[in-house]
């Protein structure tokens, strides 16, 4: 047998070895004949070209080819860096290296501080980025809910992106099957006292395209006119009322017959009574959700929520501030104390967790997912990924309709516009399928650099257990420079 093909099946070998080690077997099963493929492009069909039948379609879907220039079984994690873009709510980027040429895209949550993911630094040096569940339990115990939670998120997008791309698959394929092919969104919408043009608001989201509405009624709405609020600032009878002036309105705009959800956290619901009394007062406009009630958001909460519930055929939903399945999720889907989870998926746990979540709301409950979202579109994409695995999605959330004209331009890879008629295309390339713009990227900076290298974290703060080596005394009492399992 000449040397060339022997290489050429010990390469395969290996390829084969490094994919059952990390749970993606039959992934690699489906992409190997891709591995004749031009590096780095994704084949349009024809011979070698890797195709499997499209869901409930028999269609071929088409996937790129394993990264020649990657070996698996040696890829290791060599640095960790992060950008922020400057926008409605900043946008924390970051770009996990490897030792090979391939790398990994994540966000932290918006709003949140990269510092979140570049801090775990020393627990992702030296280890493959293909041990995903591995390296998500050790960063797991420095996380935690709202932005807290954005760390962990942003690590988990990374090292998905680079999975996809060095088996050559989209990340969606990652997580399961595709249950759909593009994904619905819907836009918060910039709120009024005036019911009049709170519904041209809304009808100028209908000729945007989307087919899903959401608005806010908060206190500042309702309250400018005297009665509305009591002395604590907790909506009357009379405010109440006037709220849903507002939903009527736009309601009478849209149509009856659109899905239109209400945001009520800003209605600083603190009690049970006053949420039962927000539910009531809203049940004639036959809302797809009525979201949080209670200021805080409140998805701890999950007591108050099922008797709100209880008294009340308004669907209720909440969580966008909680993050992970046993942390932040269980009780509430356990007592079904809401019709429908909210998940932002920078918060919730990013690919795997948030899917973790829905799924497990889905099976136990039959209770559905929303996604919160108001990060930048690499964000938005990761979340399209996720989405497209579950069971009973019903819609996500855009945050820079109005007023970021180049919010989509700052991914390359897809066709724009990016929401189309209301969805989100998802993507069959390679990991995310999506790269950040350089060039734009650049322009809306929060801080000069671009993945600028760092040593701040280099040190763990969080712990001396675990990352790379250290200085220390092993178990049998002598001075070691070097990483133990055994404590």
């Known amino acids: 047998m000449k040397a060339s093909r022997m290489r050429d099946l010990s390469r395969r070998a290996m390829l084969y070895q490094a994919a059952a080690a990390s749970g993606l077997g039959g992934v690699y099963t489906m992409s190997a004949s891709a591995q004749q493929a031009t590096p780095g492009r994704v084949p349009a069909g024809g011979p070698g070209a890797p195709t499997l039948p499209g869901p409930g379609r028999g269609a071929p879907v088409h996937y790129g080819p394993i990264n020649k220039f990657s070996s698996p079984s040696d890829l290791k994690i060599t640095d960790i860096r992060a950008l922020r873009v400057a926008a409605n709510f900043d946008y924390p980027i970051i770009k996990v290296f490897t030792n090979q040429d391939v790398y990994g895209l994540g966000e932290v949550r918006d709003a949140g501080d990269e510092n979140l993911a570049l801090a775990m630094k020393p627990l992702l040096v030296g280890r493959s980025p293909l041990d995903i569940s591995g390296i998500l339990q050790s960063v797991r115990p420095y996380a935690g809910p709202g932005r807290q939670g954005g760390g962990f998120s942003a690590i988990d997008i990374a090292l998905h992106d680079i999975t996809g ?224 695995t579950l069971d009973d999605f019903v819609a996500m959330e855009c945050h820079a309709v109005d007023f970021i004209s180049w919010w989509q331009q700052l991914i390359t890879g897809l066709p724009q516009p990016l929401i189309d008629r209301g969805y989100i295309a998802v993507p069959d390339a390679p990991g995310l399928g999506v790269e950040l713009n350089e060039a734009v990227v650049k322009e809306h900076l929060r801080q000069p650099g671009y993945f600028e290298p760092g040593t701040r974290w280099d040190e763990s703060f969080v712990g001396r257990f675990r990352g790379g080596p250290w200085p220390h005394f092993n178990v049998d009492g002598v001075w070691v420079n070097e990483r133990t399992e055994d404590y």
């Open 165 to 388: 791309k060095v088996f050559g698959v989209p990340v969606w394929r990652l997580l399961g099957d595709k249950k759909r092919d593009r994904v619905r969104m819907y836009c918060d919408t910039t709120g009024t006292r005036d019911p009049k043009k709170y519904g041209e608001r809304m009808i100028a989201r209908m000729k945007l395209g989307f087919t899903f509405f959401k608005m806010d009624v908060t206190t500042n709405f309702i309250g400018g006119t005297p009665g509305n609020l009591d002395t604590e600032g907790i909506p009357t009878d009379k405010g109440l009322e006037y709220g849903g002036e507002l939903i009527g309105a736009v309601r009478d705009a849209i149509g009856w017959d659109k899905p239109l959800a209400v945001d009520a956290a800003s209605l600083r619901c603190g009690t049970v009574t006053d949420g039962i009394r927000a539910a009531k007062a809203f049940e004639k406009y036959r809302l797809s959700w009525l979201e949080d009630l209670f200021y805080t958001g409140g998805f701890w909460r999950w007591k108050d929520f099922k008797e709100i519930k209880a008294h009340t055929s308004t669907k209720l939903l909440t969580g966008e501030d909680g993050f992970g399945l046993e942390e932040g999720f269980q009780e509430l889907i356990d007592n079904r104390a809401v019709d429908i989870i909210h998940l932002d998926h920078g918060t919730s746990g990013g690919c795997r967790e948030t899917k973790r979540i829905a799924d497990y709301a889905y099976n136990r409950e039959r209770i559905q997912t929303a996604i919160h979202m108001a990060g930048s579109p690499l964000a938005t994409i990761a979340a399209v990924h996720t989405a497209a």
